[in-house]
């Protein structure tokens, strides 16, 4: 779903979704319990909406699998909110609190009123309910409380497990150490090409020490000899196509001419050292680190299952009818 998961993506159509969805009531409540649910209702107009501010903010057309995820984010953010207004998340919030009361200095007739007076003023306007900064608020709140609830870390079994399964996210990238002759552009114009085969031609002829041959070449704006340099490393300095070139060259041998965009190179493969899996107690904490990150991952996970299969909703969207149906 292209770039839906770009946190910049999240957060400038999140204003559309809350603005979206900020006029359904919360549950209804009555002697303290919660009665059957408001259904979350997404109109076609509202869909729209989110279409529009997703082509705004991104300059692409929203396939039929961009307007449900929209969609599914949407409803997922009202049913976290209505949870944590139904938990009482909300009471007793100082973020909350004093973000209200600034908002009724601004609204207010005596923006220098007392703040508990400010406040209630606030919750009587139900600003507690419809400001859309206190919305994110709560649903970054219910979010925590969900992905964390009842935490405990792993043993060391099940990290070495978790580990074991996960190996490649931890490998180490191939790295090459190097020397390189530069021969520049501007120095030698158009016989930059020919001069640089007949250098490496001399070299393969006649070896000679690769730092002494480095000599041979015009300043360059980085060392000629590079140590343990990693392919995007590489890229930066030469480019993609000569560092795709450095990565599958023989070690201890010259090859080039290579061009980059400053001139012709000449490089002498020093070693090639490969990928490493490093050990499970050297990356341990980085193991338990992406152990948490999965696990609060899958308890949010349960509670918006558990929540959706509760919730009422009336989604006006033939993409996302169809994806329900599929």
């Not at 729209?48 to 082509?55: D, G, H, L, S, V």
């Not at 890229?235 to 010259?254: H, N, P, Q, S, V």
């Not at 990356?283 to 899958?298: F, K, M, N, S, T």
């Amino acid at each position: 779903m292209r770039c839906l998961r770009s946190p910049l993506v999240h957060f400038l159509t999140g204003g559309a979704v809350l603005f979206v969805l900020v006029h359904v009531a919360r549950p209804a409540a009555v002697g303290g319990v919660r009665t059957a649910p408001n259904p979350v209702v997404i109109t076609a107009d509202d869909v729209a909406r989110m279409r529009t501010a997703y082509t705004r903010e991104t300059g692409l057309q929203p396939t039929a699998a961009d307007e449900v995820a929209l969609i599914e984010k949407a409803v997922e953010e009202e049913l976290l909110y209505r949870e944590a207004v139904a938990r009482g998340l909300d009471r007793n919030d100082r973020s909350i609190r004093n973000w209200l009361i600034e908002q009724m200095r601004g609204l207010a007739d005596d923006p220098t009123g007392d703040d508990d007076a400010l406040y209630a003023q606030a919750r009587a306007l139900e600003l507690d309910r419809k400001d859309l900064v206190v919305r994110r608020i709560l649903m970054q709140k219910m979010r925590l409380l969900a992905s964390r609830a009842g935490e405990q870390d792993a043993g060391d079994d099940e990290l070495r497990a978790f580990y074991a399964a996960h190996q490649a996210d931890y490998q180490q990238p191939e790295r090459v150490s190097l020397w390189h002759v530069f021969l520049g552009s501007q120095a030698h114009g158009t016989g930059a090409r020919r001069e640089a085969v007949q250098l490496v031609a001399e070299l393969r002829s006649r070896p000679l020490d690769p730092g002494v041959a480095a000599r041979r070449g015009d300043p360059f704006p980085v060392p000629a000899h590079l140590t343990s340099q990693s392919r995007p490393q590489l890229e930066k300095i030469f480019g993609a196509t000569l560092a795709d070139e450095l990565m599958r060259g023989a070690a201890r041998a010259w090859i080039g001419p290579l061009m980059s965009p400053y001139g012709e190179h000449l490089v002498w493969i020093e070693t090639h050292d490969p990928g490493a899996i490093p050990p499970f107690e050297t990356v341990r904490g980085r193991v338990l680190e992406a152990w948490r990150d999965e696990r609060r991952a899958q308890r949010l996970a349960q509670l918006l299952r558990e929540l959706a299969s509760r919730a009422v909703l009336r989604i006006d969207s033939v993409a996302w009818r169809e994806r329900r149906q599929a």
